[in-house]
């Protein structure tokens, strides 16, 4: 089992803890444990931006800068969940990760300047922060 027991409680370092059944799940056999543990927060953070605080609906077009971390790969499967077009930025070494994910459009940030690809977006989550520019030359 895993779970999140939120940001205003301590405890996640106790032996015993206990939390609403709403907040505990059983964990997949095919994920190792730090897996499942890092996996709540990621997609709380991706749900609460893309989803609660953009309201990102069918049909809209998401940008996902960082979409082979753990918010940007929550990101990318919970929107196409949600029925949106996601472009995912990315490096060669995410590309597989990013499009099974099922990410619509991919771009590497190495090769490709993503301000040629995605245009006129309706959400963009930056899981980078900074400045983004094309670097051709750190391929």
Do not use: W
Not at 95 to 117: C, G, K, M, Q, W
């Amino acid at each position: 089992m895993f779970g999140y027991c939120g940001v205003q409680r301590d405890g996640a370092y106790a032996e015993y803890l206990a939390l609403p059944a709403a907040h505990i799940a059983l964990k997949p056999r095919s994920m190792t444990m730090t897996e499942a543990g890092a996996l709540p927060l990621a997609a709380i953070t991706a749900y609460v931006a893309i989803i609660e605080a953009a309201e990102l609906r069918r049909g809209q077009s998401l940008l996902v800068h960082g979409a082979a971390g753990g918010v940007g790969s929550m990101a990318v499967q919970l929107a196409k969940y949600a029925g949106a077009i996601v472009y995912a930025t990315g490096s060669a070494k995410g590309e597989a990760l990013i499009r099974s994910l099922r990410a619509d459009v991919f771009i590497n940030y190495h090769s490709t300047p993503f301000e040629d690809v995605a245009r006129e977006m309706h959400v963009v989550l930056d899981t980078i922060g900074g400045e983004h520019r094309h670097d051709p030359g750190n391929v």
